[in-house]
């Protein structure tokens, strides 16, 4: 099968070109002005006519069925890649989870079997370390030469995902050895614990002290410390979900000093506020750890991603219902499952604030939703960019499109969405997966099984010479 996309514009993170692009099978065959004059045949055409055409972004940081606080994130490999796919999203990288006593083989063969003939788009895997012995330490090697080079820790949940400094220290020791990376939530958790217990021994409840509980100092002060763990073992590091100017400023200061430090952020810490936890109990719709920060963080987190001290936004879509499983925290905010919903809406919420808001160009755009994870994360230049070689995951983009984001519409398997209401300019008109449309003008065409798992590579990008 052949696709033309024609009379579009191409844009790729080092710059734009109005040409097309001719998909042969998976792959993109050939780029170029007016192919079809110069003899180029096709099974179908796509007319991009003021359209961009981009590399279908690709999303780091989902927690497809994440057990947590007693309960599942909602949406399986299924619902949730579709999701991803309405929102121009082609490839995701999920946290595979080793659960505490058990072994990374376990998490893993489990993530393989849930995604295994259900993913729709393609996907790889990080896994969530949550016991580090000799017996992980070793597994990790195996796990690298499998395409699963990058290991979560946290100094976030104590009891249940936390790693002391002496684990962490260790895996990155091991991650010099092996080529993998460190991922860190860095947020000092049990400093944490101590100022949730005392708010809701004072009757503070609401999912509000959530985000006051968390000061934006534990993220700071957990972010350096990680990075300063990193430097000590000689290895890169890469911040999950930063939120809070305290841990950017750790992260700009480390890769002023030449660290081997990198970061990425979130659209809730871009475009939501702790105002938005503030509403009663129905502020548990947007309870995730590292919460929200007041506003004034935001201008220089987006300051942060044209200064490429953040390279990345990924999601950390992570979907609850608020009926039934966001509710099991009423009474008491530390018993809310953290995670919002999130991997459809990234890439237009990133246009129109970022691109439409003239806080970033559309090439840094189609760079830090697309470009960067690929290459922070070994999928590169297979994914990640419109070039002769590449997997054919495009999209026919409209950045004059509005639509309006709402749960009634939505196809991600949950019951309220964070941006409910919100008008945003650019949607994907169609989503193409290695050469076969997925979602064309807002219907699904793709099959469920047809994602593949992408074996990933150890990323020397991160590595300093
Ligand atoms: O609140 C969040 N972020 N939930 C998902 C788990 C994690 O820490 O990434
Ligand atoms: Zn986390
Ligand atoms: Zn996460």
New binding site residues.
Partial sequence: MRTLIANGTIVNADGSQAADVLIDGETIAAIGADLAATGVTADETIDASGRYVIPGAIDV?T?ME?P?GGTFAKDTFETGTRAAAFGGTTSIVD?AVQSKGASLRAGLDAWHAKAEGNAVVDYGFHMIMSDVNDGTLAEMDQLVAEGIPDFKL?T??PGV?YSDDGAIFRAMQRTRENGGLIMM?AENGMAIDVVAADEVAAGHTDPYYHGVARYPIFEGEATNRVIRLAEAAGVPVYI??LSARDALDAVRAARDRGAMAFAETCPQYLFLSLDDLGNGFDGAKF???PPMRSKDHQPELWAGLRRDDLQVVST?H?PFDFHGQKELGRGDFRKIP???PGVEDRLDLMHDGGVVGGRISRERWVEICSTAPARMFGMYPRKGSVSVGADADLVVYDPDRKRTISARTHHMDVDYSCYEGRVVQGASDVVLSRGSVVVRNGEFHGRKGAGRFIKRTPADFVRLA
Avoid: E, K, Q
Wanted: proline share 0%; aromatic share 24%; net charge negative.
């Fill in positions: 940081h927690h994440l947590f946290f946290f976030a949940y995902f939530h999950v979900h309870v995730c750890s950390d992570c953290n995670g919002l």
